[in-house]
């Protein structure tokens, strides 16, 4: 079947580093993409692995190895409007994005 | 530019009752995605359209039926809807380049089906 695992929740406090984790099985892959939410908002797009390797961009990267079936995004120099749900995505093909369940950071002062 | 806008914001229904939720984008978009999200879950594909003219089905289709009007706009319709279909409803659009992944999310329309 079609999955991705990613951790329910991390807690760490400011100025700490969080990884979370992504393991996918799904039937086509074209890319892993890593989403913000905030409570109540809408999701907004972080960053986007379509090769192996770590892609930085600020405070935030993220990193693919796809003979592993596996992803994740590290979160430096934590902040507490990091507080949020991040959820990783692979694109299928046609644009189309399978989500995971969301992984819930918390950061505590 | 507005970006992805959705009406309405919010809405309560009977069972049975339907609706047609809006979705509209002004980036010129080829692709526009309906989703569904439940509380503490991840989003759920409910239909998608790769270009104007084309709708396919996603992950959850039952009880959804959708119009892609033109390039801007695609709606979402409840014929007859369930309290299993009391969810936060996200419509999205994608340019369609083959690098790049961006989806832009609208604001949310939150459905409670009573």
């Known amino acids: 079947g079609q999955s991705l695992e990613q951790p329910s929740e991390v807690t760490a406090v400011e100025g700490a580093i969080v990884q979370i984790n992504c393991t996918y099985q799904?039937?086509?892959?074209?890319?892993l993409s890593w989403y913000q939410q905030h409570d109540g908002g809408a999701p907004t797009f972080l960053s986007y692995?379509?090769?192996?390797g770590l892609e930085e961009t600020g405070r935030f990267s993220s990193f693919l190895s796809r003979s592993d079936s596996y992803g994740y995004l590290l979160l430096q120099e934590l902040q507490m409007k990091d507080s949020a749900s991040y959820f990783c995505a692979v694109r299928e093909g046609r644009g189309k994005l399978q989500f995971g369940a969301g992984t819930q950071v918390v950061v505590t002062p | 530019n507005a970006g992805v806008t959705q009406t309405p914001k919010f809405q309560v229904l009977k069972t049975g009752q339907s609706m047609t939720l809006q979705c509209a984008q002004d980036?010129?978009?080829?692709?526009m995605y309906w989703y569904r999200q439940d509380p503490g879950m991840g989003l759920r594909l409910i239909y998608y359209?790769?270009?104007?003219?084309?709708?396919d089905k996603g992950e959850v289709p039952n009880g959804y039926n959708v119009s892609r009007l033109n390039k801007r706009e695609f709606s979402l319709r409840l014929e007859s809807a369930a309290p299993s279909q009391t969810s936060v409803y996200f419509c999205a659009s994608l340019w369609g380049r083959e690098v790049g992944n961006e989806q832009f999310f609208g604001p949310g329309t939150r459905l409670t089906v009573l």
């Open positions: 799904t039937s086509g892959f074209y890319g």
């Open positions: 359209s790769a270009s104007e003219g084309t709708t």
């Open positions: 980036m010129n978009h080829n692709s």
């Open positions: 692995n379509g090769l192996d």
